[in-house]
């Protein structure tokens, strides 16, 4: 797949999007978003400040953190905090999460350093070029579900489409994150280092249910300044069919 070809088909997720948000004659006047969403494939990062083995996929993940074409979402798991040192970024849902993955994968294990990519591919330890092939592979797909998303103010309209008709219920999910926050590690394995953790997860909401058949149509809140990502993805932790951020 060549990088024209990768930008290619990055380009017809965002025209559709375009399309779509359009008035067709132009005869009537739209409010203007105050941001500009960006679409892409997810890679759920799962790490923990504990995690020996962590550091050098945080600088791989650092990199994919500045990607456009990539939503790139670290959530810290808690299961490394006995350790010796508290990851003050995990959480227990985080944890639960990455299980919901294993047992649909069947699977009786988690392990950290983990991507997940598109909510199917499971990228275990230190492996850029696998992660690079799975981007390009998941990039290329032909979309089936057009995202518009818009916010104004506090109110942030989803909207969607299938084509065709997926057949099954989807997951209309938010998260919100923080874009980078350093510090030093005082404790346990990573004892003395300093580290600038990126897109840190802070919250991750299922907030309806789509039927995926009918055009989805769904308004909600989202307070404060934190990046907003929403997620569509195949009910029961399957393959995320759709993306959308806005930051």
């Not at 600038?196 to 909401?205: G, L």
């Amino acid at each position: 797949m060549s990088r024209l070809s990768l930008l290619a088909a990055t380009f017809v997720l965002a025209c559709a999007t375009q399309a779509w948000a359009g008035d067709g004659d132009g005869a009537e006047e739209h409010h203007a978003p105050d941001m500009v969403a960006e679409f892409g494939v997810v890679i759920e990062y799962y790490t923990a400040q504990g995690c020996v083995a962590c550091p050098p996929v945080d600088a791989h993940f650092a990199t994919l953190a500045d990607r456009p074409d990539v939503i790139a979402l670290a959530l810290h798991v808690d299961y490394w905090d006995y350790i010796g040192w508290k990851d003050r970024f995990a959480k227990a849902a985080f944890t639960e999460r990455q299980r919901a993955y294993a047992r649909r994968a069947g699977s009786n294990t988690i392990y950290t350093p983990q991507m997940i990519i598109g909510g199917i591919d499971r990228v275990q330890g230190f492996k850029p070029m696998a992660v690079a092939d799975l981007l390009i592979r998941h990039a290329a797909g032909q979309p089936t579900v057009a995202l518009r998303l818009d916010r104004d103010g506090i109110h942030l309209d989803i909207g969607a489409e299938a084509d065709p008709p997926l057949g099954h219920e989807v997951s209309v999910q938010i998260v919100r994150y923080k874009p980078a926050e350093t510090m030093r590690i005082e404790s346990g394995e990573n004892s003395g280092r300093r580290n600038t953790f990126r897109n840190i997860v802070t919250s991750w909401k299922e907030i309806g249910r789509w039927n995926g058949e009918d055009s989805l149509s769904l308004r909600t809140t989202a307070e404060g300044s934190e990046p907003i990502v929403v997620i569509l993805q195949q009910a029961g932790h399957g393959a995320i069919l759709a993306a959308g951020r806005l930051r």
